[in-house]
């Protein structure tokens, strides 16, 4: 069965994104053009090494962005949700990409050419302003998040990453956390071994600051775990 193409003008998604302020001939230029394809969890979007030949738009899902570090191994640098941009700043600097976009459930995302945002650049303002801005906001909570786990210890840098992922995600009506990110994610996300990132959660667990069911976490005592993670002001 062909995947139907949503249409930007109508698309619900497009108030959440930097395409909300786009005049209606230059969406329909963009809804004729644009790429659109399903993904299944775990499909990757783009990966490091690939040219950057335009954006990508989150649709519908979520997505880990991801970058190899020392040894190979995959550290998870920031998240993307519906509505969001990747890929931008390779296709500027007109580089291959520096990261990976993986799905972490089945997703659908929007493809659009380079010509087409350089063309839209040029002649809406408005775009062009929400675009820098957007793509300056992104950079500057990556680079902290990364900054600040970079400088603490196992245990502030698992009890930050539970309360990141509880911002990226929000907490269903039980007040679990709303994401299926195996332990390997988290760990990945902080730049330890699984192995530490379980025992580390199982302490959080005893002392009563945490409950989990199955790969789920809901936070118990908010408070203390702020003071553990030793939070700064981008959460």
Excluded: W
């Excluded at 990747?86 to 459930?105: C, H, N, R």
């Excluded at 650049?121 to 909570?141: G, H, S």
């Excluded at 929000?170 to 956390?177: L, R, V, W």
Aim: contains cysteine; neutral net charge; aromatic residues 8%.
């Amino acid at each position: 069965m062909k995947l139907k193409r949503p249409d930007c003008e109508t698309c619900p998604v497009r108030t959440l994104s930097i395409f909300e302020c786009v005049d209606k001939v230059h969406l329909s230029e963009i809804s004729r053009t644009k790429g659109f394809s399903a993904y299944k969890k775990g499909e990757v979007i783009f990966r490091e090494g690939q040219p950057a030949l335009g954006i990508y738009i989150l649709h519908s899902g979520s997505v880990k962005i991801t970058k190899t570090g020392v040894m190979g191994r995959e550290q998870i640098v920031t998240f993307a949700k519906v509505g969001e941009i990747m890929g931008y700043q390779p296709m500027f600097l007109e580089e291959e990409y520096d990261i990976s976009a993986v799905t972490l459930e089945s997703s659908t995302i929007c493809f659009i050419h380079r010509d087409k945002i350089f063309k839209l650049i040029e002649e809406d303002k408005d775009f062009a302003y929400k675009f820098i801005k957007t793509a300056l906001e992104t950079t500057k909570k990556v680079t902290e998040i990364v900054s600040s786990l970079s400088q603490k210890t196992v245990r502030s840098r698992v009890a930050e990453s539970i309360l990141i992922i509880n911002q990226e995600f929000g907490e269903d009506d039980n007040g679990f956390i709303q994401t299926s990110l195996s332990r390997e994610d988290l760990s990945a996300m902080i730049g330890t071994s699984s192995e530490s990132y379980i025992r580390t959660l199982k302490e959080f667990k005893d002392d009563g600051l945490i409950s989990t069911k199955g790969k789920l976490i809901k936070i118990e005592k908010l408070g203390e775990l702020t003071q553990i993670a030793e939070i700064y002001n981008y959460l």
